[in-house]
């Protein structure tokens, strides 16, 4: 089990600021790591694998500090987004050559069982250039994983893969959190940080804007009002018990049902059945319309 | 591990800020001294610093020999000064064009900057003036050295009985006509060079870019005007000198800024051009310009 801290790190290119005081801790698990383009993302992801030195604060990994540390990479799997590769190379010897740069024991067998585990063996004596992009992030993969690291950074790991190979990557990284490693995975598509992270980890800008389960960073946002939709035996009657009572901001009569505006998500919730009990009406359906990660991140990133 | 929205990153500053205009102030600042190393190592100065050390020997030497021969006619023409000394500019277009044009590209920064409140209008034309700074610098130096010397040396040669010298006015109408020349060569020679390293982002290939069109167009301008030349066609080696960045701006001096057709070669460009050169000239820093930022909004996104 192992766990990479960062500690208020920034991180500037010339005059522009990448990264910028962020403070963060990164467990066991997968924690998806979200953003806009041009967030910082990539460069925090480099300073965490030990490939860029960060302008201010530190990084470490169980307390060893990552830059210039050549023993702490032996725990490090980083898949960069690049695709620039050996294109000469095949599968087999691009790998072998990455286990023997680790110095393993056994650079031949811990290579083919990197390749297995992404389930490569079918092309890994094919030229990496004549690889299909999802190929070419499989292999990136294996090379990553050939020293059997407890820690896997993986930069926009979907990018360019097709549905079947995407598929097959979220169930690899699944397994791979199973086994208690640590995962971070970058992206900017919300759909594949829902599906594959509880954790995630949101930058705006090169800033830290928020950490944890999605949804509750959405109850966090309370000048950010829920909006609620209802369907019940009596919308009308509803609606003025709702009023009545105070929880909400706002209700509208829709064509869909009732939309209510909330500042309150534990309040409403709480006081809904009660006053649709008392005014005796029928609950038919009560859905939150913006909790998705969706609507979070939109806050979240939102100018 | 817990959930936490930090105040810094989620909500947004609605204090004071400083704007539009300081962004594209410290862009150019900072453009302007990467392209003399300023901030950098030593390696990143040494070239720009010598290539503008090269700039002034020559009008250095020129002021020295001035003093002894006492003879206007030794004064370089400030116009040729540029033309004279185009190999120092070209390996500095060559050598310092990359570090401000690919430089962001090759390790995608670009897209850092456009997070931010920055426009692409102001992140292009703020490396624009810069290396036109940059270059104007390399060039009105040492022509004002010029100019000094011959101001300070004027009496003398007159008192030396020395024939024609020219009028304070007159040389310092040539003067401003020749820092005109060179803020012309500025626009169009930045406008080019930036172009083709913006294109060329990966390591060396810009510096090697960069020379290889100008050091093409060059030849391949020679050859059209030799052959023009040994068959008498003088009009046709003029016009030829359009494609060529040098004779281009040289033709609007020429032409447009009174300078002295006598002391250039044969294929100077013909009487009457000068408003074409000028339009070409303009076009090159236009369409490089609209270029350039097309390059980096699609390297932003």
Redesign the interface.
Known sequence: MSAIQIEDVSRW??????VN?VTM?I?PGVTGLLG?????K??LIHMMGGFLEPSSGGLSLDGEPIWRNPSVYRHIGLVPERESGYDFLTGEQFIVAMAKLHRLPEPGAAARRAIGRVEMDYAADRPIGTYSKGMKQRIKMASALVHDPAVLLLDEPFNGMDPRQRLQLMDLIREMAAEGRTILFSSHILEEVERLAT?IE????????????FR??RR??TDRPHVFVLRSSDDRALAAAIIADGSARSVRLTDRGLEVETTDFERFTRLVPQVARKAEIRLREVSPTDESLESVFSY?VG? | MSTAIHDIGYRHYDGPRLGRSHVARSLYQYNLRSLFGLGRGARAKFIPLALAAFMLLPAAGDIAVLSFARRPEVLIDYSMYAIYLQPIIAIFLATQAPVIASRDLRFRTVPLYFSRPVETTDFVLAKFAAFVTALLALMAVPVTLLHLGFLAMRKAMIEGGAPDVPSVAGQTGEYFAALAGCLLFALVLSSFALLIAAYTPRRGFGVAAVMAVYLISNVVVLIVQGASISSGNYEIAGWAGLFTPFTLVDGVQVRLLGADPGVRAENVAPAGSGPVFLLAALAVVGVSLLLLMNRFRKAGA
């Open positions: 290119y010339g005059n522009v600021v990448a005081g801790t467990g806009p383009n041009g967030a910082g990539s460069t954790h949101v930058i705006v800008a090169g800033r830290h804007a928020a950490s944890g389960d509750q960073i966090l946002m979240l100018k």
